[in-house]
């Protein structure tokens, strides 16, 4: 079984690889009669796109969308949409010894002992490149939760962090780092060039906020929303690892502290935290959905590192090629729109269970 799809009622399966002639998303599930367009899902393709700094990858990608069915005079009809991106600068040649040796942190010898065979140009469908079909498919996701707006930021590289003191949402379209704060984006700004020049790379954490998620999406055990939400970040490529709320700070807290203290409000309760991150028991509480995750460092690096061939023998690679000194840097708008995609399936599960 290959599984390439992911969500319940509102469905996304990617496809195409790094390096094939093209990629993109099939969303299927969408509600019919919503305004779309391409311009209206590029924006979020261009925030994602390759060669925009010396900070990413060198490679060139317009990363133009073209939307190929589920579309008529402007609206979702409610059969599948498909999106394509066309890949317009690979570079293969760049990976020839990646197909005789593996490269360790990448996912060339787990590929390789599941199929007996791999994509060796830019690792096919384990390479980051794979997040551009997301994104798209993510844009459509966000038509279908016009109530819900979402936020994505870098708060660290190479176990660096921002000061939340000096938290500017305006900061973070200002700098190549999608940081909200502008000292720590001009100290990354050495940081990620020292790497990129030294051929290594740096790992980093990237926090996402949904505001305006009613209370009630979700569902207790195996449907609960943290869960496809940390299932849908950890399907990311180079994530490896997820918090919700205070996440594993928590475990450090007291249950008073902890908690999320309730007043009377407004046509519900006023909350005085959010240790929670906006959900409870698997449902949202109408509280800002928070969520931090960390990618690792890019695998692909020009520092020489022991590994082994194909056939066994013991060998070292290094990786030529355009490759992100920091791949989580990239990676806000990819947990965008991930974010997007597991709330608006849930609002259609949500809507379909009780009605509303």
């Known amino acids: 079984m290959s599984v390439n799809s992911f969500g319940r009622l509102f469905r996304f ?28 899902l590029q924006p979020f393709l261009d925030a994602r796109r390759p060669g925009q700094s010396k900070f990413t990858t060198q ?36 990976y020839s010894e990646v197909a005789l040796a593996y490269r360790p942190g990448h996912a060339d010898y787990a590929y390789d002992a599941k199929y007996g065979f791999r994509d060796y140009r830019g690792g096919g469908r384990s390479s980051a490149r794979e997040t551009a079909a997301r994104v798209a498919a993510g844009g459509v996701a966000r038509l279908v939760i016009p109530e819900v707006t979402i936020l994505a930021y870098v708060t660290e590289i190479g176990g660096d962090a921002i000061d939340r003191a000096n938290f500017d949402p305006a900061e973070i379209a200002n700098n190549p780092f999608f940081c909200p704060d502008a000292e720590a984006a001009k100290r990354w700004e ?5 790497a990129r020049l030294a051929g290594s790379s740096l790992g980093a954490v990237v926090e996402c906020v949904a505001e305006g998620v009613p209370a ?6 195996y449907g609960k929303l943290d869960a496809d939400l940390a299932s849908g970040m950890m399907s990311i490529n180079a994530v490896k690892g997820i918090e919700i709320g205070d996440g594993f700070a928590a475990a450090r807290l007291t249950g008073e502290q902890n908690a999320d203290p309730m007043r009377p409000g407004n046509g519900g309760p006023r909350f005085l935290a959010n240790h929670a991150g906006g959900i409870a028991g698997g449902i949202s509480t109408g509280q800002p959905v928070v969520l931090r995750v960390a990618f690792k460092p890019t695998s692909s690096i020009l520092t020489p590192v022991e590994t082994i061939t194909r056939e066994g023998e013991a060998s070292e690679i290094r990786t030529k090629g355009r490759h992100d000194p920091c791949v989580g840097i990239r990676g806000a708008p990819v947990v965008e729109a991930m974010m997007a995609l597991v709330l608006a399936d849930h609002k259609l599960l949500h809507r379909g269970q009780v009605g509303a």
């Not at 993109?24 to 969408?30: E, L, P, Q, R, S």
């Not at 050495?190 to 020292?194: P, R």
């Open 13 to 40: 399966t990617t496809w195409g690889e790094s390096h094939g002639p093209a990629l993109g998303a099939v969303v299927d599930g969408c509600p019919p009669g919503l305004a779309i367009s391409e311009a209206d």
């Open 59 to 94: 490679r060139q990608e317009p990363d133009a969308v073209k939307i190929l069915s589920g579309v008529f005079e402007g609206k979702t009809t409610g059969t599948p949409i498909s999106l394509m991106i066309e890949n317009v600068d690979q570079r293969s040649k760049d």
């Open 216 to 221: 009630g999406w979700g569902a207790p055990l």
């Open 190 to 194: 050495k940081l990620v060039d020292d």
